[in-house]
């Protein structure tokens, strides 16, 4: 846990957040990623290229993309490809690059990562300031789930437990003057 101390991320804006299907998903050139980008693909693969080495992404993975990530991909086979894609910046170059997590991270926790994505984009389409604010307030929280499991998968004697019932009552409480 030591080892994610100095790591921290502030979101200053989100760009856009899509569900995309498409059939032929293609980045034949490489070239930097203009912003950063949490994805979670949910059909199909993709192998990504990169100046030093490549990676398949499959269904069930989640993609972390640092603005200025220089790649290309193909899809593989001839599947459909689907994927939730959430591009923003973060308040300072580089912070995404320095989050604790790899390119490609193979979530345990499935159906809780997929169904806050739902909900990051149900209430983006929304569109108003709150909405707004709100959307940014979701990705801080889906972030969190994905690296409180990605730390645990690292360091599975550390019990978060405590750690995880405090965020729980804060998240429950948070609103409540008592």
Same mark, same amino acid.
């Given at each position: 846990i030591?080892?994610?101390?100095?790591?921290?991320?502030?979101?200053?804006?989100?760009?856009a957040?899509?569900y995309?299907?498409?059939?032929?998903?293609?980045?034949?050139?490489?070239?930097?990623r203009?912003?950063?980008?949490?994805?979670?693909?949910?059909?199909?693969?993709?192998?990504?290229f %990169?100046?030093d080495?490549?990676? /398949? !992404?499959?269904?069930g993975?989640?993609?972390? =993309? #640092?603005?200025? $990530?220089?790649?290309?991909?193909?899809?593989?086979?001839k599947?459909?490809?689907?994927? %939730?894609?959430?591009?923003?910046? /973060? !308040?300072?170059?580089?912070?995404?690059?320095? =989050? #604790?997590?790899? $390119?490609?991270h193979?979530?345990?926790?499935?159906?809780?990562?997929?169904?806050?994505?739902?909900?990051?984009?149900?209430?983006?389409?929304?569109?108003?300031?709150?909405?707004?604010?709100?959307?940014?307030?979701?990705?801080?929280?889906?972030?969190?789930?994905?690296?409180?499991?990605?730390?645990?998968?690292?360091?599975?004697?550390?019990?978060l437990?405590?750690?995880?019932?405090?965020?729980e009552?804060?998240?429950?409480?948070?609103?409540?003057?008592?």
């Amino acid at each position: 846990i030591r080892d994610f101390a100095g790591a921290d991320l502030t979101v200053s804006s989100i760009l856009a957040a899509d569900y995309i299907t498409t059939n032929n998903w293609a980045r034949p050139t490489s070239y930097p990623r203009p912003s950063d980008g949490l994805i979670l693909l949910t059909e199909g693969s993709i192998r990504y290229f %990169f100046k030093d080495g490549a990676v /398949t !992404a499959h269904a069930g993975d989640i993609l972390k =993309f #640092p603005q200025g $990530l220089d790649y290309s991909g193909i899809k593989l086979r001839k599947e459909v490809n689907s994927f %939730f894609v959430v591009d923003f910046f /973060t !308040a300072e170059p580089g912070e995404l690059d320095r =989050f #604790p997590l790899p $390119l490609v991270h193979t979530v345990s926790h499935y159906p809780a990562i997929e169904h806050a994505f739902q909900e990051l984009l149900k209430v983006w389409k929304n569109g108003s300031i709150l909405n707004r604010l709100q959307s940014k307030a979701m990705l801080y929280e889906l972030l969190s789930k994905v690296l409180y499991h990605y730390i645990g998968e690292q360091y599975p004697e550390h019990d978060l437990s405590k750690t995880v019932r405090i965020t729980e009552y804060i998240n429950q409480h948070y609103s409540d003057a008592d």
